[in-house]
């Protein structure tokens, strides 16, 4: 695989918000992706702390009425509309990928290398968008939009009942994803040459 051949790929990975429930592939391949994408993602001192709940069908739309009815007790009355138009966007998806660190292994090698300490929830997080990001650019190749979201810590304790979650697993992103509904509009980018410095 060439160069160019990646950056179509990662070019082709968008936040889609339109999504349906129209299969694009199975149960099973949804799955392989991500436990690929678990594997082979680097982690430091190959800490590999990442984890991951994935909800499908009736369980990502009770993951996002939970949300709803979470968002429902705190954004005022009568700016609600939009949140819950948003939410609805994301119970029309097929399914939800929920993005963890475990802080038993960042502990252990706060540990084990004290000298580090404070670098390795960063490195975690670090870590864990880059899984977020392979998931997603995997998704896109087989036609699966996705979008990235941050509902925590509002719905960390009632997501650790439902659905038997570690204590010790801490939610980082909430990724809704399905068929393509409609495609993301165009993109503005700002200059690259007041971003990118080479010297030689
Ligand atoms: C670290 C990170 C956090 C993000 N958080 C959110 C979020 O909470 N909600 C959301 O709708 N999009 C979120 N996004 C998506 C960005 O808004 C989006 O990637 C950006 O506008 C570029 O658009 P594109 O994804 O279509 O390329 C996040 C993206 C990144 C990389």
């Known amino acids: 695989m060439s160069s ?15 999504l349906s429930k ?17 594997l082979h993602t680097p ?10 709940v994935v909800l499908l069908g009736e369980q990502s739309d009770k993951f996002w009425n939970l949300t709803t009815e979470t968002l429902r007790k705190i954004v005022p009355a009568d700016s609600f509309e939009a949140t819950e138009q948003r939410m609805n966007g994301f119970v029309a998806g097929y399914g939800t990928v929920l993005f963890f660190e475990d802080e038993t292994v960042i502990k252990g090698l706060q540990e084990q290398f004290p000298s580090y300490a404070d670098n390795f929830p960063i ?12 998931v997603w650019t995997a998704f896109a190749q087989e036609g699966i939009g996705a979008t990235l979201q941050h509902y925590s810590p509002l719905i960390d304790d009632q997501v650790r009942q439902e ?8 939610l980082i992103a909430q990724m809704p994803f399905g068929k393509v509904a409609a495609e993301a509009g165009e993109k503005a980018f700002q200059p690259l040459d007041e971003r990118l410095k080479v010297f030689k």
């Open 163 to 170: 659905w038997n979650v570690p204590q010790e697993w801490k």
């Open 123 to 134: 490195w975690g997080n670090q870590s864990n968008g880059m899984l977020q990001y392979v």
């Open 43 to 52: 982690s430091s001192f190959n800490s590999q702390s990442a984890r991951a």
């Open 22 to 38: 129209d299969s694009v592939i199975s149960d099973e391949k949804i799955q392989e992706i991500i436990g690929q994408a678990i």
């Open 4 to 18: 160019q051949t990646f950056f179509d790929a990662v070019k082709k990975r968008r936040s889609i918000y339109a």
